[in-house]
């Protein structure tokens, strides 16, 4: 298996995670709730997710349309679970498919865009994006957690 397979079938399980986790949540009010010492609700941080997501590896790596409005991401409250959810499914049906297509040639060069302020090829981004996926991941399972008083969900699989 190559590289860009292995990171798109990690993508694919992630995204999926996101989408167990707003599907947990007993009540779509609590989506857009916070708790002390966070600032962004899992409601914003699913839309940052898909921003993220869309504009990096979607428009740029993958040409898909997609106009990014990232103040909206933390800014919009109230969208309900089935939107949330119906979001990620898309970037879920889309993403991965993107990374797993990318040849060895792309995976090493450089990155069209200095995002965090220095060159870096593009797998060293693709993985880096994948990290900060799973940072907002493990925030979105804390914050529900705490919010509804709930323990773990079943772990999303690989395939």
Known sequence: MTIARELGALYR?????VIQEIEAFPDANLLWATTAGMTNSVGNLVLHLEGN???????QLGGLPYERKRPL????TGLP???LVSRMERV???IPGVVECLSDE??????????????MTTQQFVVHLNGHLN??????????????GAGAIPLAGLA
């Open 13 to 17: 399980r992630d995204l999926t995670r």
């Open 53 to 59: 997501l869309r504009e990096f590896i979607g428009r």
């Open 73 to 76: 991401e933390f800014s919009t």
């Open 81 to 83: 679970a089935a939107d």
């Open 92 to 94: 879920r049906d889309s």
């Open 106 to 119: 792309v995976l090493a060069a450089e990155f069209p865009e200095r995002v965090l302020g220095h060159a």
């Open 135 to 148: 940072y907002h991941l493990g925030q979105i399972d804390v914050l529900r957690r705490v919010l509804t």
